[in-house]
C-alpha cells in the first residue's frame, strides 16, 4: 500500500501530496488541522481537498477531530472510492 500512495503521490501537486502525507500519518483530521499543519489557508485547504477527492478516496464524515477535539468535518483516506462514499451514504 505504501508503494502505491507514494506512486499516486509522485503524480499529484504539492498541496494535494501534503494532504496525504498528513491524512495518512495523522488522519483523520479536519479542515482547520490539516491547514494548521499544512500551513495553508483553509481555502487552500478547501480547494486542494475538492480536487483530491476526485482522484483518491478520502472518506468524509462527521465527528470528533483527533487534532483539536472539535465535533467537525473530519477527512481521513479510504482504501478505496466505494469505501468513502458508503460514509457518505450513511
Known amino acids: 500500500m505504501v508503494g502505491f500512495v507514494s506512486y499516486k503521490a509522485s503524480l499529484m501537486p ?3 501530496r ?3 502525507v498528513l491524512l495518512t500519518e495523522y488522519g483523520p483530521l479536519c479542515e482547520r488541522c490539516l491547514a494548521h499543519h499544512a500551513r495553508m489557508t483553509l481555502s487552500q485547504v478547501a480547494a486542494a481537498l475538492a480536487t483530491l477527492c ?3 478516496a478520502v472518506r468524509v464524515e462527521h465527528g470528533e477531530c483527533p487534532g483539536c477535539e472539535q465535533f467537525t468535518q473530519v477527512f481521513s483516506l479510504a482504501k478505496t472510492h466505494e469505501d468513502a462514499d458508503g460514509s457518505r451514504a450513511e
Open 54 to 56: 476526485q482522484t483518491v
Open 18 to 20: 501534503i494532504l496525504v
Open 14 to 16: 504539492d498541496l494535494d
